[in-house]
């Protein structure tokens, strides 16, 4: 019987990558339109190298682009693309289609609903409330409570426990197969991979299912409660 499903966050219920190069693209032209020098394509490219080095929550991606490229920090272009980054990532930050009817479908069928995810407690938190989604989750666990990333299993042992449910009677989906799916099997949970959300060309998830929308999970579950 299924009782609660696990949601990773970003790539699974919102496009987090979408908005964060609409928002660095916004933060480019910002930047270039206040006088600095850049060549846009360059730029797009060597921010998200920042990203890639530094995490994907680095508040100081902008300072380390510009001590990069000319030589330090000048604050008439960091405020204008930080300014344009916030103004675009708030336009930008959306659920993938159907995300909020699954949603409110598994609850109305009683089911209960978490978010496990390696991002910092705030910024979860800010994504969580910015799309009107946080008063539907009874756990939501973040970096900041866990002190571990994905595929460790402590964060998916930690929301069982918050969930007060055993590892089959749940279900999580998530986009990165070798932490997501891998993490939570480690405990026996069985997995569904959000392939809608991929962005590796992944071919073989190792997920019991593997959805190109995300409403698949309602499918699942009531096959699963029905046996």
């Known amino acids: 019987m299924i009782k609660a499903v696990i949601f990773d966050l ?13 928002a660095v693209r916004a933060a480019i032209f910002a930047m270039i339109e206040a006088g600095m020098e850049i060549d846009s394509e360059k730029a797009y490219t ?3 190298e920042l990203y890639q080095e530094h995490g994907w929550e680095n508040q100081e991606v902008f300072n380390d682009f510009m001590k990069q490229t000319i030589g ?14 916030r103004r675009a990532r708030e336009a930008s930050l959306l659920v993938y289609p159907n995300v909020n009817r699954t949603l409110f479908t598994l609850l109305k069928n009683g089911i209960r609903l978490a978010v496990v995810s390696d991002a910092p407690s705030r910024e979860a938190w800010m994504r969580i409330y910015y799309l009107n989604l946080h008063h ?5 666990l973040t970096f900041d409570e866990t002190q571990v990333r994905k595929p460790s299993p402590i964060p998916f042992k930690m929301a069982l426990e918050r969930l007060n449910i055993t590892a089959d009677e749940a279900l999580m989906i998530g986009d990165w197969p070798e932490r997501d799916v891998a993490g939570a099997q480690q405990l ?12 590796f060309g992944t071919v073989h998830s190792g ?4 959805v190109n929308d995300i409403y698949e999970v309602v499918g699942i579950v009531a096959e699963l409660n029905r046996e």
């Open 10 to 22: 970003d790539n699974t219920l919102l496009d987090f990558i979408k908005m964060k190069q609409d």
């Open 46 to 48: 060597s921010i998200f």
């Open 72 to 85: 330090h920090v000048d604050n008439k272009y960091l405020a204008a693309g930080v300014v344009a980054y």
């Open 207 to 210: 997920a019991d299912w593997d």
């Open 188 to 199: 026996g949970i069985r997995t569904i991979f959000a392939r809608y959300g991929d962005t």
């Open 136 to 140: 539907l989750f009874d756990v939501v």
